[in-house]
């Protein structure tokens, strides 16, 4: 009877345990998604205020997004800061003459050996469509 039971037992904590996992895993996932989506909305929205603030009405490039959200008072502790964004890149580009960007956010490269980790990416221009994805081979999970 007792063996019975240590094999239920055991059995119940091998199916459990990779469950516990996946769900922190997905945790993780969850709020790193957050932060990247909810970083490109804030530099979405940075950017129209950005242009519609200003005579030219010109899109801004990063430094000056930057700019905009410090003395804007947008900049919210959560989302991934501009001018330090590690682990992520954040690029900012604009056309000469202002009438279009586009923006990326994606993981920063590790600096010795130059590979990009597997994490969440998104991209966005102009038009406020928010894109995000993976690198190529790191669609399952990880």
């Known amino acids: 009877m007792n063996k019975y039971f240590l094999i239920v037992i055991c059995g119940f904590v091998a199916w459990v345990a990779p469950a516990r996992s996946q769900s922190q895993t997905q945790h993780v996932a969850t709020e790193q998604a957050v932060r990247v989506v909810g970083t490109m909305w804030t530099l979405n929205t940075a950017e129209y205020a950005y242009k519609h603030a200003n005579a030219d009405h010109k899109f801004g490039s990063k430094d000056e997004i930057a700019q905009f959200l410090r003395t804007e008072g947008r900049d919210s502790p959560p989302l991934i800061d501009v001018e330090e964004p590690a682990p992520y890149e954040i690029d900012i580009v604009t056309t ?47």
């Open 96 to 142: 000469a003459d202002g009438s279009h960007y586009s923006i990326t956010i994606k993981p920063a490269p590790d600096k010795d050996t130059h590979i990009s980790p597997c994490g969440l990416a998104a991209f966005s221009d102009e038009t406020g469509v928010i894109y995000t994805g993976k690198a190529l081979g790191c669609e399952g999970g990880k």
